[in-house]
T-cell receptor
Framework: GAVVSQHPSRVICKSGTSVKIECRSLDFQATTMFWYRQFPKKSLMLMATSNEGSKATYEQGVEKDKFLINHASLTLSTLTVTSAHPEDSSFYIC?????????????FGSGTRLTVV | AQSVTQLGSHVSVSEGALVLLRCNYSSSVPPYLFWYVQYPNQGLQLLLKYTSAATLVKGINGFEAEFKKSETSFHLTKPSAHMSDAAEYFCAVSGNSGGGADGLTFGKGTHLIIQP
């Protein structure tokens, strides 16, 4: 079945630094990937939609200059949290949309726990 | 625009008892509906999905859900709970019936507790 690999699974960084999170579709091509943020004991909130070869579409209230998204190939999207602050600490999860309309599948990565100290 | 309401942030059942997790949705277009399970510090695993075919959908691990348009519901059930079912469950909706690129809108989740 479709597999999405997300790396790293955990990262701790100092306030003011930047962190990059990778999301790869391993056995299918994903023209569209999605980035979600999950606060403790809360639901997932869609942050942005990442489109291969074009600019990401951000949800209302998400700072595009803080959360940089690049989707350079059909199998890789990256989320860079720039100038991280403690309030950016969260669980970030990516999802890739299988191009096959028959399956209409969204496959999720295993998530990245970001802690900013 | 779509939204999802999951009734009950916590549901507790005894091992072997029926599991019922409730989900109601709103969508301006015919919806695609999903149930996911999440274990601590992990991503989401798809349990089942409704994509406008059969209204009774069977998923993995003995779970199933029934799409009821008149009630705008998509409740998740399992006849007999196992201890391993203890986890967080999310109902989600995608409003793009054309197979496009909409992200999912999630409910707030239901924490399922299994009592021995």
């Amino acid at each position: 079945g479709a597999v999405v690999s997300q790396h790293p699974s955990r990262v701790i960084c100092k306030s003011g630094t930047s962190v990059k999170i990778e999301c790869r579709s391993l056995d299918f091509q994903a023209t569209t990937m999605f980035w979600y943020r999950q606060f403790p004991k809360k639901s997932l909130m869609l942050m942005a939609t990442s489109n291969e070869g074009s600019k990401a579409t951000y949800e209302q209230g998400v700072e595009k200059d803080k959360f940089l998204i690049n989707h350079a190939s059909l199998t890789l999207s990256t989320l860079t949290v720039t100038s991280a602050h403690p309030e950016d600490s969260s669980f970030y999860i990516c999802s890739a949309r299988d191009r096959s309309a028959l399956t209409y599948g969204y496959t999720f990565g295993s998530g990245t726990r970001l802690t900013v100290v | 625009a779509q939204s999802v309401t999951q009734l009950g942030s916590h549901v507790s059942v005894s091992e072997g008892a029926l599991v019922l997790l409730r989900c109601n949705y709103s969508s301006s277009v015919p919806p695609y509906l999903f149930w996911y399970v999440q274990y601590p510090n992990q991503g989401l695993q798809l349990l089942l999905k409704y994509t406008s075919a059969a209204t009774l959908v069977k998923g993995i691990n003995g779970f199933e859900a029934e799409f009821k348009k008149s009630e705008t519901s998509f409740h998740l059930t399992k006849p007999s709970a196992h201890m391993s079912d203890a986890a967080e469950y999310f109902c989600a909706v995608s409003g793009n019936s054309g197979g496009g690129a909409d992200g999912l809108t999630f409910g707030k989740g239901t924490h399922l507790i299994i009592q021995p």
